[in-house]
């Protein structure tokens, strides 16, 4: 049976019973409109722990003015189907009023791994994705934590502030669900135009080009960028925003390219932005 639970204090009561009990309480947060990417980190968590935990809150602090908060696809009855479906026994949705009652005066900053990147087109992003993921933390208080690699750059962002602020949370990586032509599950794809929706899989293309580029002994980073670059070109309706190669835990560029890299590439498309990446390794 999965309960929807709207207030705080509500949820808190719930799960300090369950961990009384000594139950593992794994947490998988997300912004809703669930699809087969948030189901493999549900059926992750369910299988992993005794209760498990989602919440559904489109977290406005994450969002800058210009982009798509508004548009941001819903729907609530369908995702507690999906939770009921994998065994998640709470979907936690909280109104904004319940979350922010007040303008937030506190933020959450984790400096280094958030400044490239994502970080450099959204710049307030990140910053807003540690508020609200800290706060949720402190709400539920997980044991174990479920993160997708298709936000790549989101996940070595909350590992180093589970590192930095020694929270006791356990941060489990699950990899990128695609559809069957490559293009990596988002919510936002329903928001793309149909040509938009036929020219996304590029953006896998792109990152494949840029890790054969390596394998084929590349150890130039503006040679892979421009591997990738050139496949995006090929499609007028995908405009580039970057594609980037970096170290995979600490985000800078390796001159020459060396050890456990990660292709980045972010691009906008008709109907939405899209993000995407791809691991390579130089043996
Ligand atoms: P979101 O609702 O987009 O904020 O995503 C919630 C969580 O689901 C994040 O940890 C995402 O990385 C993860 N996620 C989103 N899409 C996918 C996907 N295609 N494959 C795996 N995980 C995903």
Do not use: W
């Not at 994450?62 to 508004?70: I, S, V």
């Not at 507690?80 to 109104?95: K, S």
């Not at 909350?158 to 489990?172: A, F, G, Q, T, Y």
């Not at 919510?187 to 080009?209: D, G, I, Q």
């Amino acid at each position: 049976m999965t309960t929807v639970v709207r207030s705080i204090a509500d949820l808190r009561a719930t799960l300090d019973a369950a961990r009384r009990d000594g139950r593992a309480i794994g947490f998988v947060p997300t912004m809703g409109y669930l699809h087969d990417g948030h189901r493999s980190l549900l059926r992750a968590a369910a299988a992993a722990n005794d209760t498990t935990v989602v919440s559904i809150f489109v977290n406005p602090l994450q969002f800058a003015p210009t982009e798509d908060l508004d548009r941001y696809p819903r729907d609530l009855a369908g995702d507690v189907q999906m939770a009921t479906d994998e065994g998640v026994r709470y979907v936690f949705a909280p109104l904004q009023s319940e979350m922010y009652p007040e303008r937030m005066m506190t933020t959450v900053n984790v400096a280094g791994v958030s400044e490239p990147l994502e970080g450099m087109s959204r710049p307030s992003h990140f910053a807003g994705v540690a508020t609200v993921v800290t706060k949720l933390f402190s709400i539920v208080g997980p044991s174990r934590v479920y993160f997708g690699e298709k936000d790549f750059q989101q996940l070595a962002v909350i590992r180093r502030m589970v590192l930095d602020l020694s929270l006791p949370i356990e941060v489990v990586a699950c990899p990128t669900i695609r559809e069957p032509d490559g293009l990596a599950m988002s919510s936002r794809n329903v928001n793309l135009t149909p040509e938009a929706r036929k020219a996304a899989p590029v953006l896998l293309r792109a990152l494949h080009a840029g890790r054969d580029a390596i394998a084929q002994g590349e150890r130039d980073a503006a040679l892979v960028r421009r591997a990738m670059r050139n496949v995006i070109e090929e499609e007028p309706l995908v405009d580039l925003d970057y594609a980037e190669v970096v170290d995979a835990s600490t985000f800078v560029i390796p001159s020459p390219l060396e050890g456990t890299l990660r292709l980045l590439i972010a691009a906008r498309l008709p109907g939405a932005r899209l993000i995407d990446n791809l691991g390579a390794d130089v043996p």
